[in-house]
């Protein structure tokens, strides 16, 4: 028993084991399995959000993008109010969030992701939807 990791003195359940020197192993198969499971959970929960938040009635602007079958496909909508500069900056706000939330995805920062976008929005006529798309520096 150890005093100082708790999580070790649980016991060994389906997919996880001790060996002898008290170290546990996971059975890839099943950690493989929970792990492609969960994703597709965190896929259903996200796209559920996102319909819940499209639903609402007091959306001022709104940019989606989806991608099916390798193909991307995006749109932007905003009511303007006859408000030019308001409308800007709702703009500016919805792409900031989109760069924050990359960035958070890979691990990097935003300067990163809006740096790297920008290059790539510079070189293209249409966003890729691959990798295979994006054209060599």
Known sequence: MSDDDPASDAPAGKGRSETADG??????????AAESASAGDEFETELARARDLLDADDIDAVHVGVVRDGEVDTTFA???DDDADGAGLRALALLAAHVRLVAGEAGVEPST???DAATLAGQVEQIPAST???PDE
């Open 78 to 80: 905003q009511r303007t």
């Open 23 to 32: 170290s546990t192993d996971t059975d890839d198969d099943s950690t493989d």
């Open 113 to 115: 992701v809006a740096g």
């Open 132 to 134: 295979d798309q994006i």
